[in-house]
Protein backbone atom coordinates (compact mmCIF):
# COMPACT_ATOMS: atom_id res chain seq x y z
CA UNK A 1 0.00 0.00 0.00
CA UNK A 2 1.59 3.20 -0.84
CA UNK A 3 1.03 6.38 0.39
CA UNK A 4 -1.11 7.63 -2.40
CA UNK A 5 -3.92 5.03 -1.78
CA UNK A 6 -4.27 5.90 2.04
CA UNK A 7 -6.79 8.12 3.32
CA UNK A 8 -6.09 11.87 4.65
CA UNK A 9 -6.66 10.17 7.94
CA UNK A 10 -4.23 7.56 7.11
CA UNK A 11 -1.47 9.29 6.23
CA UNK A 12 -2.45 11.71 9.32
CA UNK A 13 -2.02 9.05 11.52
CA UNK A 14 1.30 7.82 9.15
CA UNK A 15 2.89 10.90 10.13
CA UNK A 16 2.43 10.81 13.60
CA UNK A 17 3.68 7.32 13.91
CA UNK A 18 7.09 8.27 11.82
CA UNK A 19 7.23 11.38 14.32
CA UNK A 20 6.64 9.04 17.16
CA UNK A 21 10.27 7.86 17.04
CA UNK A 22 12.25 10.86 16.36
CA UNK A 23 14.48 12.60 18.83
CA UNK A 24 12.54 15.45 18.73
CA UNK A 25 9.79 13.45 19.97
CA UNK A 26 11.21 12.41 22.76
CA UNK A 27 12.40 16.09 23.81
CA UNK A 28 8.87 17.38 23.55
CA UNK A 29 7.19 13.85 25.57
CA UNK A 30 9.99 14.59 27.75
CA UNK A 31 8.96 18.20 28.37
CA UNK A 32 5.54 17.83 28.87
CA UNK A 33 4.91 15.05 31.03
CA UNK A 34 7.88 16.92 33.06
CA UNK A 35 5.75 19.73 32.87
CA UNK A 36 2.93 18.32 34.58
CA UNK A 37 4.69 18.48 37.91
CA UNK A 38 4.61 21.81 37.29
CA UNK A 39 0.68 22.09 37.90
CA UNK A 40 1.88 21.12 42.02
CA UNK A 41 3.55 24.91 41.70
CA UNK A 42 0.48 26.64 40.55
CA UNK A 43 -1.19 25.23 43.67
CA UNK A 44 -2.88 21.71 42.12
CA UNK A 45 -2.54 19.08 44.69
CA UNK A 46 -0.13 16.27 44.62
CA UNK A 47 -3.62 13.95 43.83
CA UNK A 48 -4.50 15.58 41.11
CA UNK A 49 -1.06 15.88 39.57
CA UNK A 50 -0.05 12.27 40.07
CA UNK A 51 -4.12 11.37 38.80
CA UNK A 52 -3.30 14.19 35.66
CA UNK A 53 -0.02 12.47 34.86
CA UNK A 54 -1.13 8.76 35.24
CA UNK A 55 -3.99 9.70 33.28
CA UNK A 56 -1.53 11.07 30.71
CA UNK A 57 0.88 7.87 30.81
CA UNK A 58 -2.02 5.66 30.60
CA UNK A 59 -3.19 7.39 27.00
CA UNK A 60 0.22 7.97 25.54
CA UNK A 61 0.79 3.71 26.02
CA UNK A 62 -2.60 3.20 24.43
CA UNK A 63 -1.82 5.35 21.69
CA UNK A 64 1.84 4.50 21.45
CA UNK A 65 0.07 0.48 21.23
CA UNK A 66 -1.94 1.40 18.57
CA UNK A 67 0.99 3.09 16.77
CA UNK A 68 3.08 -0.05 16.81
CA UNK A 69 0.12 -1.63 15.84
CA UNK A 70 -0.16 0.41 12.13
CA UNK A 71 3.80 0.54 11.89
CA UNK A 72 3.53 -3.80 11.83
CA UNK A 73 0.58 -3.70 9.69
CA UNK A 74 2.28 -1.43 7.11
CA UNK A 75 5.12 -3.24 7.48
CA UNK A 76 3.22 -7.28 6.78
CA UNK A 77 1.55 -5.22 3.44
CA UNK A 78 4.88 -4.27 2.45
CA UNK A 79 6.51 -7.50 3.34
CA UNK A 80 3.38 -9.00 1.51
CA UNK A 81 4.42 -7.48 -1.67
CA UNK A 82 7.76 -7.88 -1.61
CA UNK A 83 7.53 -11.73 -1.48
CA UNK A 84 4.80 -11.50 -4.17
CA UNK A 85 7.36 -9.61 -5.95
CA UNK A 86 9.90 -12.19 -5.39
CA UNK A 87 7.62 -15.03 -6.28
CA UNK A 88 7.28 -13.38 -9.67
CA UNK A 89 10.91 -13.08 -9.78
CA UNK A 90 11.65 -17.14 -8.95
CA UNK A 91 9.04 -17.68 -11.15
CA UNK A 92 9.99 -15.41 -14.52
CA UNK A 93 13.77 -17.80 -13.32
CA UNK A 94 12.38 -20.97 -13.93
CA UNK A 95 11.00 -20.24 -17.30
CA UNK A 96 13.81 -17.99 -18.50
CA UNK A 97 16.21 -21.51 -17.73
CA UNK A 98 14.06 -23.78 -19.24
CA UNK A 99 14.12 -21.07 -22.23
CA UNK A 100 17.81 -21.36 -22.09
CA UNK A 101 17.65 -25.31 -21.93
CA UNK A 102 15.64 -25.57 -24.62
CA UNK A 103 17.68 -23.39 -26.64
CA UNK A 104 21.07 -25.42 -25.29
CA UNK A 105 19.46 -28.27 -27.05
CA UNK A 106 18.55 -27.14 -30.03
CA UNK A 107 22.14 -25.78 -30.54
CA UNK A 108 23.23 -29.29 -29.96
CA UNK A 109 20.93 -30.53 -32.37
CA UNK A 110 22.09 -27.92 -34.81
CA UNK A 111 25.61 -28.98 -34.54
CA UNK A 112 24.82 -32.66 -34.91
CA UNK A 113 23.01 -31.49 -38.13
CA UNK A 114 26.16 -29.59 -39.62
CA UNK A 115 28.50 -32.37 -38.48
CA UNK A 116 26.78 -34.92 -40.27
CA UNK A 117 26.16 -32.40 -43.26
CA UNK A 118 30.25 -31.73 -43.55
CA UNK A 119 30.93 -35.87 -42.94
CA UNK A 120 29.22 -36.26 -45.85
CA UNK A 121 30.31 -33.61 -47.83
CA UNK A 122 27.47 -30.96 -48.05
CA UNK A 123 29.13 -28.24 -45.92
CA UNK A 124 32.61 -27.47 -46.18
CA UNK A 125 34.38 -25.10 -43.73
CA UNK A 126 34.87 -21.58 -44.64
CA UNK A 127 38.07 -21.14 -42.73
CA UNK A 128 39.75 -23.30 -43.98
CA UNK A 129 41.16 -25.63 -41.09
CA UNK A 130 38.88 -27.71 -41.26
CA UNK A 131 36.64 -26.93 -38.05
CA UNK A 132 33.43 -25.15 -38.40
CA UNK A 133 33.51 -21.93 -37.10
CA UNK A 134 31.01 -22.44 -34.29
CA UNK A 135 32.54 -24.74 -32.68
CA UNK A 136 36.18 -23.25 -32.04
CA UNK A 137 34.10 -20.18 -30.60
CA UNK A 138 33.22 -22.24 -27.77
CA UNK A 139 36.92 -24.39 -27.66
Not at 54 to 60: D, F, M
Not at 70 to 75: A, D, R, T, V
Not at 107 to 116: N, T, Y
Amino acid sequence: MTTRSLTPVGKFFLKITEWVGTPISAIIHTLLFGGIFLLKLVGFSTEFVLAVLTTTVALEVIYLAIFIQLSINKSARTLEKMEEEVAAIREDEVKTHTILIHLGHQMKAIQQDLDILKKNGFLKSSNGNGKHPIRRAHA
